[in-house]
């Protein structure tokens, strides 16, 4: 695969979908026949080390899913390179300091 | 019966307007383009389209007819609202009235390499197929190249420089699937790029009005199959 080739979006876009599915649908199940009776188990669960993981993978996973849909609409509508540019360069900080700040806040409960 | 046809001279108009026609039909104008040659013999001979066959085969006179790609000489009068809106094809340049500029497309058509790339000797006769290979070809090698589809695609209206495609894709699909062609690796090799491809976002206009109920939408998806089963 290349670097900048056109299937690299469309691979991540794709596998994000499927991390974002099942979380959801685990979530959704969870919720449906066991759920969290307070906020303290809440937090529990996600203390753990396999509920932060898995918080942290969709996570992720809805970062690199929004990555792919906002350069999608920027490539499609967004023709002059200066204006493009920037509005790609400011979404990906905003994205990048998303991740950091969500692995901040479950790396601080986990610890 | 009523049209309402999309004008414009470059010669004499800076913009585009629109003209009403009300136009006595014969019992034997039964499709668009016989109401088009009709306004045209007794109504305005200033009004410009393109026909040739006249029986969906060559693919010229493909416009937008009330908000629809379609082939003029296909589509019936009969269950068309009035007033009947005809419109170049969209996101085109108008060289004049309906009469569209179909070099880009082309461009695309020929980026493609639209003909069977093989390095093996001249057989006497021939390439064979067998009936299964040949039967993979179905489906792809029955466009006309009216550009229906490229002029109904979003994508294509927004890149229409970059992007090749529904008509460019389904023809590309149609060389790397043929058995005779040896240059699969190459033409994969040369859609995978952010634009010429994957602009495409699967919004399936392109199969909703091919006028020989084709399916570029389909044939994308393969080309982005078999990319991603030879890369990995």
């Known amino acids: 695969m290349r670097l900048f080739s056109g299937q690299r979006a469309f691979v991540v876009q794709r596998l ?63 023709h002059p390179l200066p204006l493009r540019l920037t509005i790609l360069g400011l979404s990906a900080i905003g994205l990048a300091l998303l991740a950091a700040w969500t692995t901040l806040v479950l790396v601080s409960h986990a610890l | 019966m009523r049209f309402r046809i999309y004008r414009l001279d470059p010669e004499t108009q800076a913009r585009p307007s629109w003209r009403e026609y009300d136009v ?9 383009l016989d109401a088009l040659e009709r306004i045209r013999t007794t109504l305005d001979d200033s009004l410009a389209y393109r026909r040739s ?27 068309l609202s009035e007033p009947i809106t005809l419109a170049p094809l969209p996101g085109f340049p108008v060289i004049r009235d309906l009469i569209v500029d179909m070099t880009q497309f082309f461009a695309h058509y020929h980026e493609i390499r639209p003909y069977l790339i093989t390095d093996e000797p001249p057989p006497e006769r021939e390439r064979l197929q067998t009936p299964e290979e040949r039967a993979k070809l179905d489906g792809l090698y029955e466009c006309i190249l009216c550009a229906c589809c490229s002029g109904f695609c979003p994508s294509y209206w927004w890149n229409p420089d970059k992007f090749i495609g529904p008509a460019g894709l389904l023809q590309a699909e149609r ?50 199959l078999q990319q991603l089963r030879r890369s990995t």
């Open chain 2, 53 to 79: 066959c006249r029986e969906g085969v060559c693919g010229s006179d493909a416009m937008n007819i009330n908000g629809r790609n379609a082939l003029a000489c296909i589509t019936p009068l009969e269950g």
């Open chain 1, 16 to 78: 994000s979908a499927l991390v974002l599915l099942a979380f959801l649908g685990g979530g959704a199940l969870r919720l449906a026949f066991g759920p969290p009776a307070s906020l303290d188990q809440w937090q529990g669960w996600v203390a753990q080390p396999l509920g932060a993981a898995a918080v942290l993978l969709f996570a992720l996973a809805v970062l690199a899913h929004a990555w792919v849909g906002i350069r999608d609409v920027v490539l499609d509508y967004i």
């Open chain 2, 24 to 32: 006595r039909l014969e019992a034997t104008d039964r499709k668009v």
């Open chain 2, 175 to 224: 060389f790397i699937v043929d058995s005779r062609d040896r240059a699969t690796a190459e033409r994969l090799a040369f859609l995978d790029d952010v634009y010429k491809l994957y602009r495409c976002r699967t919004i399936m206009n392109c199969t909703e009005v091919c006028p020989k109920g084709l399916s570029p939408s389909r044939a994308i998806e393969h080309i982005k």
